[in-house]
């Protein structure tokens, strides 16, 4: 079924910005505002049914705006009408040059990106409420680890210059403060844990995934959010491109010969932890520990072979969720044939 209208809506915390054309007319809209509650949603709809919108045939598009989006995605889903979310960035690049900024003006260059772009843009479905509170603990933990790791430094500041200042006193409210911080951490993985056997298919996966070598509980529920527990990406290369270790050439004739080089754009949690577990890969799978040497002397790059194994790590994770089996590690399983 091919939508006949499309609505863009701008969020923000008190308040959706509605504005809506019709793909013969996508320069003619017409607007309207309504509360971010769930009566305002309700009102929302039935202002559409008024001005003569087809809701079966209707694609909403919005901005990642985070929690504020949430519940009037929640809202939609119950009434099984098709929405997306867009990267803000993303958006802001595809507009060319514009002027002037406001939530009416936002809400009708949303709904003018949806028009020109359905044929590429996929209709989205929220995470499983597992997904979601494991969202949110893993946001709460990365809180916690950021404040732990300043206390740290703080505290050895203060330890250093306490023969020149008396900081006995901040110095044994820091130590209890961080072993708090520490224990909260400690809970917090706990509670990751018994979140991840909630759900009977995201607790296979999750065993699939740590099946990998080098990948821990935090990479694994890493992996679970975001990729929405495999169905946001279709393939092992484009979560590489999302993650930003997929390589990308740089030329243009025969005057741009740039190197071939990752992307910024990235989802830059990911890529660290996909870090650590590339450095541990290498300690404990011969095969990858092999590969890491073999480039080394061959002369490259130590990140670029890094990254690399980062690809690497990726495709297997994929490549076991596909097949529904744990890894086995190829020389293992050679000796054992």
Same mark, same amino acid.
């Given at each position: 079924?091919?939508?006949?209208?499309?609505?863009?809506?701008?969020?923000?915390?008190?308040?959706?910005?509605?504005?809506?054309?019709?793909?013969?007319?996508?320069?003619?809209?017409?607007?309207?505002?309504?509360?971010?509650?769930?009566?305002?949603?309700?009102?929302?709809?039935?202002?559409?049914?008024?001005?003569?919108?087809?809701?079966?045939?209707?694609?909403?598009?919005?901005?990642?705006?985070?929690?504020?989006?949430?519940?009037?995605?929640?809202?939609?889903?119950?009434?099984?009408?098709?929405?997306?979310? +867009?990267?803000?960035?993303?958006?802001?690049?595809?507009?060319?040059? +514009?002027?002037?900024?406001?939530?009416?003006?936002?809400?009708?260059?949303?709904?003018?990106? *949806? $028009?020109?772009?359905?044929?590429?843009?996929?209709?989205?479905?929220?995470?499983?409420?597992?997904?979601?509170?494991?969202?949110?603990?893993?946001?709460?933990?990365?809180?916690?680890?950021? &404040?732990?790791? &300043?206390?740290?430094?703080?505290?050895?500041?203060?330890?250093?210059?306490?023969?020149?200042?008396?900081?006995?006193?901040?110095?044994?409210?820091?130590?209890?403060?961080?072993?708090?911080?520490?224990?909260?951490?400690?809970?917090?993985?706990?509670?990751?844990?018994?979140?991840?056997?909630?759900?009977?298919?995201?607790?296979?996966?999750?065993?699939?995934? &740590?099946?990998?070598?080098?990948?821990?509980?935090?990479?694994?529920?890493?992996?679970?959010?975001?990729?929405?527990?495999?169905?946001?990406?279709? #393939?092992?290369?484009?979560?590489? $491109?999302? +993650?930003?270790?997929?390589?990308?050439?740089? #030329? /243009?004739?025969?005057?741009?010969?740039?190197?071939?080089?990752?992307?910024?754009?990235?989802?830059?949690?990911?890529?660290?932890?996909?870090? #650590? $577990? *590339? /450095?541990?890969? !290498?300690?404990?799978?011969?095969?990858?520990?092999?590969?890491?040497?073999?480039?080394?002397?061959?002369?490259?790059?130590?990140?670029? +072979?890094? #990254?690399?194994?980062?690809?690497? !790590?990726?495709?297997?994770?994929? *490549?076991?969720?596909?097949?529904?089996?744990?890894?086995?590690?190829?020389?293992?399983?050679?000796? *054992?044939?």
């Amino acid at each position: 079924m091919r939508s006949l209208w499309f609505i863009g809506v701008d969020v923000s915390k008190i308040t959706l910005d509605l504005a809506a054309c019709h793909r013969v007319h996508p320069d003619q809209f017409i607007h309207q505002q309504f509360a971010n509650t769930t009566s305002g949603f309700k009102q929302l709809l039935t202002w559409l049914k008024k001005q003569k919108v087809d809701l079966n045939k209707t694609f909403f598009c919005m901005e990642h705006t985070g929690h504020y989006t949430l519940a009037f995605c929640c809202f939609l889903q119950e009434q099984e009408l098709l929405y997306t979310l +867009v990267s803000p960035l993303h958006l802001k690049r595809s507009l060319g040059i +514009v002027r002037g900024k406001n939530d009416r003006v936002d809400a009708q260059r949303i709904a003018q990106y *949806a $028009c020109l772009h359905h044929r590429t843009l996929k209709p989205m479905q929220l995470p499983s409420a597992c997904l979601l509170k494991l969202k949110n603990l893993m946001a709460f933990r990365d809180r916690l680890t950021k &404040t732990k790791v &300043t206390l740290k430094q703080t505290l050895q500041d203060l330890k250093d210059t306490s023969a020149l200042v008396d900081n006995r006193f901040i110095i044994k409210q820091s130590e209890k403060q961080l072993k708090l911080i520490e224990q909260q951490i400690t809970h917090t993985d706990k509670q990751m844990e018994a979140t991840l056997q909630e759900d009977e298919e995201v607790q296979k996966h999750f065993r699939l995934i &740590t099946s990998v070598v080098g990948i821990g509980m935090i990479t694994a529920a890493a992996f679970l959010i975001y990729t929405q527990d495999f169905t946001a990406f279709d #393939n092992g290369r484009q979560f590489s $491109c999302y +993650v930003g270790v997929a390589p990308f050439d740089h #030329n /243009s004739g025969s005057s741009i010969r740039g190197k071939t080089q990752v992307s910024p754009l990235a989802n830059r949690k990911m890529k660290a932890l996909l870090s #650590n $577990c *590339a /450095s541990a890969a !290498i300690q404990h799978d011969p095969e990858l520990k092999a590969y890491y040497q073999r480039k080394l002397k061959e002369g490259k790059a130590k990140l670029a +072979v890094l #990254n690399a194994e980062k690809v690497k !790590i990726i495709n297997r994770v994929f *490549a076991t969720v596909n097949r529904g089996t744990e890894y086995v590690v190829l020389k293992q399983y050679g000796q *054992a044939a």
